[in-house]
């Protein structure tokens, strides 16, 4: 199953929960802060970035980790 995630950034607190439970290692912290002075958590854009080339599958572990509710997931329909 393919899948995306939307992370909103003047939620994040940079707290990297997210970055551990990606099983595919689609997360990473980005560089830029937020409006609260965190470094906030961003989506890989390239796919070859991600652990085996695999992507985001939508399996939403990020997302029940986030003590913000600052991700949303999105899965593909086939």
Wanted: with cysteine; aromatic share 6%.
């Amino acid at each position: 199953m393919k899948g995306s995630i939307k992370i909103d950034s003047n939620l994040c607190k940079g707290c990297r929960l997210c970055v551990e439970a990606c099983p595919n290692e689609v997360i990473e912290i980005g560089s830029q802060r937020n409006g609260m002075g965190y470094f906030y958590a961003v989506a890989k854009k390239e796919s070859k970035e991600t652990r085996d080339g695999k992507g985001c599958t939508g399996c939403a572990l990020c997302a029940i980790m986030c003590p913000e509710v600052a991700i949303e997931v999105y899965r593909e329909k086939r």
